[in-house]
């Protein structure tokens, strides 16, 4: 990846859905799509540069494709990385 916009290419988008926001209000951690090939130290140098906060733990997982089925045609949905990013006490992002 180019040094230069290597933090826009890094975080992707985040990830809000209920579970995602409990883990916001009680655990501060918060999580994004990354890139395919980023790595912990990459997430966390790009969330600090990018949100102007400091990092505590960064915990990567890969998140499988779900099997969809439109009457008799099937596929499978894009399997993609995130990241769950959790933030020093008393930091936050706006993310809404």
């Known amino acids: 990846?180019?040094?230069i916009n290597?933090?826009?290419?890094?975080?992707?988008?985040?990830?809000?859905?209920e579970k995602t926001t409990r883990g916001i209000e009680y655990q501060?951690?918060?999580?994004?799509?990354?890139?395919?090939s980023a790595n912990k130290?990459?997430?966390k140098?790009?969330?600090?540069?990018?949100?102007?906060?400091?990092?505590v733990k960064v915990n990567t997982r890969?998140?499988?494709?779900k099997y969809k089925r439109i009457g008799r045609s099937q596929g499978r949905t894009n399997a993609f990385k995130e990241a769950v990013v959790t933030l020093r006490?008393?930091?936050?992002?706006?993310?809404?």
């Open 28 to 36: 501060n951690a918060y999580v994004f799509q990354i890139h395919p």
């Open 6 to 17: 290597a933090r826009f290419k890094i975080l992707q988008r985040p990830i809000l859905t």
């Open 62 to 65: 890969w998140k499988r494709g």
């Open 45 to 55: 140098q790009a969330v600090e540069e990018s949100f102007d906060v400091k990092v």
């Open 89 to 96: 006490k008393g930091e936050k992002i706006d993310v809404y």
């Open 41 to 43: 130290i990459q997430v």
């Open 1 to 3: 990846m180019n040094v």
